[in-house]
Nanobody, 124 residues
C-alpha cells in the first residue's frame, strides 16, 4: 500500500479557489491511480475525480466538471486537485486515495489506501 497525506484545505469565499495536494510515499507512485473524494457532514463519501496510473486525463463527477482539475507529478510523488469557482455546496473534508497498484479505480470500493483528509470550507 501507499501512504497518502493531503494538504491545502482552508476557508475560502464563494467563487474562490484552492489547490489541494496529495503527497505519496514510496517509489511506485506512477503505478497508482489517484482519486479524490469528499464527505460533507451527514452525507456519504462521494467521488470527486480520479486520474489513472496510465493516463494524464482526469475523470470527474458531474457536480465538479469544469470547475475542478486533477493532475499529478510523478517526479514529485504528488497529485493535485485545483478547485475553482467554489460553492458553499463544495464544503467537505477532501480525501485522496489509491487502489492497489495498476488497478484503474473505477469504484470507491477499489480504493484501499486513504489519507487523513483536509477540510475545505466555502463560506462568506
Amino acid at each position: 500500500q501507499v501512504q497518502l497525506v493531503e494538504s491545502g484545505g482552508g476557508l475560502v469565499q464563494p467563487g474562490g479557489s484552492l489547490r489541494l495536494s496529495c503527497a505519496a510515499s514510496g517509489r511506485t507512485f506512477s503505478r497508482y491511480t489517484i482519486g479524490w473524494f469528499r464527505q460533507a457532514p451527514g452525507k456519504e463519501r462521494e467521488f470527486v475525480a480520479h486520474i489513472r496510473w496510465n493516463s494524464v486525463i482526469g475523470i470527474y463527477a458531474d457536480s465538479v466538471k469544469g470547475r475542478f482539475t486533477i493532475s499529478r507529478d510523478n517526479a514529485k510523488n504528488t497529485a493535485y486537485l485545483q478547485l475553482n469557482s467554489l460553492e458553499p455546496e463544495d464544503t467537505a473534508v477532501y480525501y485522496c486515495a489509491a487502489p492497489s497498484i495498476y488497478v484503474l479505480g473505477s469504484d470507491i470500493s477499489e480504493y484501499t489506501s486513504w489519507g487523513q483528509g483536509t477540510q475545505v470550507t466555502v463560506s462568506s
